[in-house]
Every structure is written in structure tokens, then in C-alpha cells.
């Protein structure tokens, strides 16, 4: 069975179509997820790296990534998995924050520097995506998701996600 | 190397079950998901460090395998991370002095000589800078809380000081593995780790047990306290019972 010739940027814009299954207006691609893509051997290779280690997501997000290359005729696909460099919220593009915000998820502020072992809070504080106001609390280090932490504003009083910053 | 890498995975697959065991009986809401959320990130690395052990050794063992077909005396965890959950404030204080540990491992561990592990490390240390951010936080709150909280957190630490010990041990797996270049300074390390401890312990108003007895060892010889065994029939019954089967 022959496998249609595709190039990295075809196969990049097969997978744009992947979003995250928990967060579903951003794709796999934008979230920086998608390491590399390469049509090989009469198949694909898809490289992608976890945003966290135990994110249940990865499995269903594996199987999304079979199904749109099945969808494209690409049936033999190899998912391989990489660790490093480790996942990093700085590689959501300015689009990808702009339509979290949309969807009512604070985009992750700038990963900030500093020593490996923080023990003091962060930060600056997490724009609130309903009213923009910054007089925002948080309220949870952990969310809805591994990726999430929960805030609450007092400007609108609206609770929301924060997509945090890792 | 397996064995090295077996010693990671285990303390991390046996405490982030103890923490899932919090999952619907956390304190409140906000905590049940925090408990949840750090326990997948330990599973998670423990399903990384276990599919790497299993690639060094070449018999075939998936990550699956070993987490669920390996009895009592073949896990290599310390036994800190074993002890049943207690109470809430017993289960952070475990969670504080293992962070602490982890954190200072995974430095350490991202920048040696194995590319992979390193890769490992350097995600999960970012993981675990969350987990020691929540749990000293906790640590805080309860320590420097209610009178109650005060007593029970310090009799927690009374009680787990004598497992810190044994994260420290060194043994002729690390001198095998430092001939490949991953070398873990057990006793700089150690140093590091009492005062970034001792830094939250004085915030949170809580001293270490002037004499808390000989340090108590053994989990990484697969000798355990009667509680692994316990923990493992719950962990693995459902594999065990269905081999093979996939869901």
C-alpha cells in the first residue's frame, strides 16, 4: 500500500486540524506538542513531547493523530515520544494565547527565571479573560486539567482557568 | 542501570498511588484535584522511568509490566513512600520531605550523562517545583495553623523523620551507574535538602524530632513494611485479573 508523498508542511497542516481534546480551540500544533513530522519508509513519523508526564490527554491525543493522517490516506503512522527539551508554555504562539483567552482560559504569562528551586510564589498576577482586570486572586495551584491553575477575579467576580506558565 | 532506574520509578509509582488514594476524600474540593493532579505527574514519571528501565534491561518488560507484574520483594521504593496516608497533614508532610528530595535528584539527574534520563528529569523537575511550591505551602498553613493542626503535623514529621534517611543512601547501584556518567552526590545532595527544609520548617513553626531514633531502610534491597504488600493487591488486582486485556 502506497502512502501519498507528503511534505512537513502538508503533514504540519494535517495535524493543525488535531486540537487538544481538553482545551479545544487550540490544536496539538500550536500548543507545541507536534516535535517534528516526517513521511518515511511509506509511513509517518510524528515526534511529539508530553506537556506533563502524567497528562491523560496524551493517549487520546496519539489517537486523534492516527485518525486525521488515516483520514489523509497515511495509514502506517509511528508516534514516537521525546522529553527533551521539555515542553515549555513559551511555545504558545500569540494567536494560540489570544483565542485561550477567548474561550475564557488566562493564556500563561512568560515562564519566568530564576533559581530551579522556588519556594515562593510567583508572579505576576493572571489577567482575568472575562473583564481584563489584573485584581485577580488565585485560588488553586491545580485545576480542572493538569495544566490549569484556578483564579478568581475581583473585578467581575468570576472565577476562571489560567493556563499556567511551566 | 536497570536497577537505578527501577529505584526512581518505584518511589514514584508507589507514593503518587498513595496520593490517588486521596482522590474523593480530599479536605476540600480544591485539594482533592491538587492531590489528583500531583499524583498523575508522579504515575507519569514513574510510566517514563519504568519504560526506560525495561529498555535497558532487553527482556521485553513493558512499563505495564513491571508496575503490575512485579510482587512485594522486587520493588525498590523507600519506604517513606509506602506508609498508608494517614491524615491529611501527615500525607503533606510525607509529600514536603519527598518533594524537597525530588526536586534536588532531578537537578542533579538533568544534567548527566544519559541523554534520555536527563530529558526525563529536566520535565520533572518542573513538575515537582509545582508539587513542593503546593506542599510547602501546606506545610505553612498547618504548622503555623490551629493548635490541632500545629500537634498533628509535628507528630507527622516525629513519625517520617526516621524514613528521610534512606533517600540518601548510597550503594554500589549509584557507583554503577556514575561509571556511565549519571553520578548523584548523595551527601551534597542531603545537605541541600535539610536546609531548604529547615528553611519551611522555621516558617511553619516546626522543629525536627530531637531524637527520632535510627534511621529505618530497607526498601531498596525489597525489604518493606507490611503496608506494600496492601497497597500493591489494590494497585494490581484488576491487571493481574485480566491479563493482557486493554481498555
Known amino acids: ?166 | 542501570m536497570f536497577e537505578f532506574l527501577v529505584r526512581l520509578g518505584d518511589d514514584r509509582l508507589v507514593i503518587g498511588h498513595r496520593m490517588a488514594e486521596w482522590c474523593g476524600h480530599g479536605p476540600i474540593l480544591e485539594e482533592d484535584i491538587a492531590l489528583a493532579n500531583i499524583a498523575l505527574d508522579y504515575t507519569g514519571q514513574a510510566s517514563a522511568l519504568l519504560a526506560l528501565a525495561g529498555d535497558m534491561e532487553g527482556k521485553g518488560r513493558s512499563d505495564d509490566a513491571l508496575a503490575y507484574f512485579r510482587d512485594e520483594t522486587q520493588f525498590r521504593n523507600a519506604l517513606i513512600t509506602e506508609l498508608p496516608i494517614g491524615d491529611f497533614g501527615f500525607t503533606i508532610v510525607r509529600q514536603f520531605l519527598f518533594d524537597c528530595h525530588s526536586v534536588l535528584l532531578w537537578e542533579a539527574l538533568a544534567a548527566c550523562g544519559h541523554a534520555t534520563l536527563a530529558g526525563i528529569a529536566a520535565k520533572a523537575i518542573k513538575e515537582d517545583t509545582y508539587h513542593l511550591r503546593h506542599s510547602s505551602e501546606w506545610m505553612r498553613k498547618l504548622g503555623d495553623g490551629t493548635a490541632e493542626s500545629h500537634a498533628r503535623v509535628q507528630a507527622s514529621l516525629d513519625t517520617l523523620w526516621r524514613y528521610t534517611g534512606e533517600l540518601f543512601e548510597h550503594d554500589a547501584v549509584d557507583d554503577a551507574v556514575a561509571a556511565l556518567g549519571i553520578v548523584v552526590p548523595h551527601d551534597t545532595r542531603a545537605a541541600r535538602w535539610r536546609s531548604l527544609v529547615d528553611g519551611v520548617l522555621r516558617e511553619a513553626t516546626l522543629v525536627v524530632p530531637a531524637s527520632p531514633g535510627p534511621m529505618v531502610t530497607g526498601g531498596r534491597r525489597g525489604r518493606h513494611t507490611e503496608h506494600l504488600g496492601h497497597m500493591l493487591a489494590e494497585m494490581q488486582i484488576v491487571a493481574r485479573s485480566h491479563p493482557g486485556a486493554s481498555w
Open chain 1, 1 to 166: 500500500m502506497s502512502t501519498p508523498a507528503l511534505t512537513r508542511d502538508e503533514l504540519f497542516g494535517i495535524l493543525e486540524e488535531v486540537k487538544d481534546p481538553e482545551v479545544p480551540v487550540i490544536s496539538i500544533v500550536e500548543l507545541g506538542i507536534v516535535r517534528e513530522a516526517v513521511a518515511e519508509d511509506g509511513g509517518v513519523t510524528v515526534t511529539i513531547t508530553p506537556t506533563y508526564s502524567g497528562c491523560p490527554a496524551m493517549r487520546v491525543i496519539e489517537d486523534d493523530i492516527r485518525a486525521a493522517l488515516s483520514a489523509r490516506g497515511v495509514h502506517e503512522v509511528r508516534i514516537s515520544t521525546v522529553y527533551s527539551p521539555a515542553w515549555t508554555t513559551d511555545w504558545i504562539g500569540p494567536d494560540a494565547r489570544e483565542k485561550l483567552r477567548k474561550f475564557g482560559i488566562a493564556p500563561p504569562v512568560p515562564v519566568e527565571a530564576g533559581g530551579l528551586v522556588t519556594l515562593t510564589r510567583r508572579r505576576a498576577a493572571a489577567v482575568c479573560p472575562y473583564c481584563g482586570s489584573r485584581d485577580t486572586v488565585l485560588q488553586s495551584e491545580f485545576g480542572s486539567t493538569a495544566c490549569k491553575a484556578i483564579h478568581v477575579c475581583r473585578g467581575c467576580r468570576q472565577p476562571f482557568d489560567e493556563f499556567k506558565p511551566l
